[in-house]
């Protein structure tokens, strides 16, 4: 069995409280069901505002710099994600599908070593 990412990208300015209806909360609630149910989920965050992330950069002096956003300067960010444990590329797409139907954004499905 390999460990997937599958994370969740969204835009900068999305705002839950207003994006997310019971609808798409009963999706994701039924998304999270079936994963444990199929014994696939390991781990299920999700992340904060982009807003409230800090990055941490090694400067040239030994020094760590440290800055308010995200690392990436971009339109959007990881606004959650899964870590499954599943037999191969195609179950990890499977759910990365079901996920990107249940969240109505983009996902991203990445092995990890």
């Known amino acids: 069995m390999t460990r997937y990412l599958v994370a969740l990208h969204r835009p900068d300015d999305y705002d839950p409280?207003?994006?997310?209806?019971?609808?798409?909360?009963?999706?994701?609630?039924?998304l999270n069901d079936a994963m444990v149910a199929a014994g696939v989920r390991?781990?299920?965050?999700g992340l904060q505002s982009p807003?409230?992330?800090?990055?941490?950069?090694?400067?040239?002096?030994?020094?760590?710099?440290?800055?308010?956003g995200p690392y990436l300067q971009s339109g959007e960010h990881v606004g959650g994600f899964w870590v499954l444990e599943v037999?191969?590329?195609?179950e990890a797409l499977d759910w990365g599908r079901k996920a990107a139907v249940a969240c109505r954004a983009?996902?991203?499905v990445r092995?990890?070593?």
């Open 111 to 113: 092995p990890f070593h």
């Open 42 to 45: 390991v781990f299920v965050g």
């Open 51 to 68: 807003r409230r992330a800090r990055s941490l950069r090694p400067q040239p002096d030994g020094q760590i710099l440290i800055t308010d």
């Open 87 to 90: 037999a191969d590329l195609e």
């Open 17 to 30: 409280a207003a994006a997310e209806d019971d609808l798409m909360r009963r999706g994701i609630s039924a």
């Open 106 to 108: 983009p996902v991203e």
